[in-house]
C-alpha cells in the first residue's frame, strides 16, 4: 500500500525541502547522475537529512507514480525546537519527564514506544536526525494517533541533547544492562530524562559515558535482554509508580 506521506520526483523533493516540509528521510536511486541530483545531495547535506541510496525496486514499491529515481518521507508531524521544549516544560511546573532515543531503528518499536510514552506522560521525545526510525505512515498506525499528541525533537547529536538536559537540571538514566543497579533501585520522582538504545547495539558507549545514572531490569528467563519497546514501557511505569 503506497504511504500517504511520500513525496516523488527530485524537482519536488528539492522544493519541499526549501518551503521548510518536516523531510523525514530520502530515498535516491543509486547511480543516479546529472545536474539536478547533484543539487539535491548538496541540500539534503546542508539539512543533515538522512539519505538511503537504494536499487530502483525499492522506490517502486514506496510509489508507483514517476519517481525519477528519488523518493521522500514527509513526516506527519512538525518538530519541536528542543530549547523551547525543555524551557516550557520546566516553567510549566510539571515535573518534567523526557525520552531519549538513541538510534531506535524498527518503525514499528518507535511508534509502540510514542503510545506508550503518551499514556504515560512524557514531555517529549528527542531523537537523532540520522540513523533513527522514520516519522511515517507505519509509525503513525502503530502509535495509534498517539505521535499527533506527544512533542517530539530532532537533534544533530543525542549528546548534546543530553549536556542540554542536565544543564537544565534534568537527571539523565541510562537504560542499560551495562550496571549493577536495577530499574527499582534509581528515583524517578526528580526531573529526568531516559535513554533508551538500539534494538542490536543498545546505547553508545560515548553517550553512556555522559549520564548521571544507569539502570537496568531484572532478567528471570533464559533469555538476556526484553524488546526495547517493551522494556521502555517498564521504565515509563516505573516512573509513574514513583510519581503517584
Request: charged share 20%; aromatic share 6%.
Amino acid at each position: 500500500m503506497e504511504q500517504d506521506y511520500n513525496i516523488f520526483g527530485i524537482r519536488a523533493v528539492i522544493e519541499a525541502i526549501n518551503a521548510g516540509k518536516s523531510v523525514d528521510k530520502v530515498f535516491v536511486q543509486k547511480g543516479l547522475r546529472g545536474d539536478l541530483i547533484q543539487e539535491l545531495e548538496q541540500l539534503l547535506r546542508k539539512e543533515s537529512i538522512s539519505t538511503s541510496y537504494v536499487p530502483v525496486e525499492k522506490l517502486n514499491r514506496l510509489t508507483k507514480k514517476n519517481h525519477q529515481g528519488v523518493v521522500a518521507q514527509i513526516a506527519p508531524v512538525s518538530f519541536y525546537n528542543l530549547d523551547d521544549l525543555v524551557l516550557n516544560v520546566v516553567e510549566s511546573g510539571t515535573v518534567p519527564l523526557f525520552l531519549i532515543l538513541d538510534q531506535i531503528s524498527d518503525v514499528r518499536n518507535f511508534g509502540a514506544i510514542i503510545r506508550t510514552a503518551e499514556c504515560t506522560g512524557v514531555s517529549g521525545i528527542i531523537v537523532q536526525k540520522k540513523g533513527g526510525a522514520p516519522l511515517n505512515a507505519d509509525a503513525v498506525k502503530t502509535s495509534a494517533g498517539a505521535i499527533f499528541n506527544i512533542p517530539i525533537c530532532k537533534v544533530d547529536h543525542i549528546k548534546d541533547a543530553i549536556f542540554h538536559m542536565q544543564a537544565s537540571g534534568i537527571k539523565v538514566v541510562a537504560a542499560t544492562e551495562k550496571t549493577d543497579n536495577l530499574l527499582y533501585d534509581v528515583s524517578f520522582t526528580e526531573p529526568c530524562a531516559i535513554v533508551m538504545g538500539s534494538e542490536g547495539d543498545g546505547i553508545n558507549p560515548s553517550v553512556l559515558k555522559i549520564v548521571d545514572d544507569k539502570a537496568k531490569l531484572p532478567i528471570l528467563g533464559s533469555i538476556d535482554s526484553l524488546n526495547v519497546s517493551v522494556a521502555c514501557g517498564a521504565f515509563l511505569y516505573e516512573v509513574v509508580r514513583q510519581r503517584r
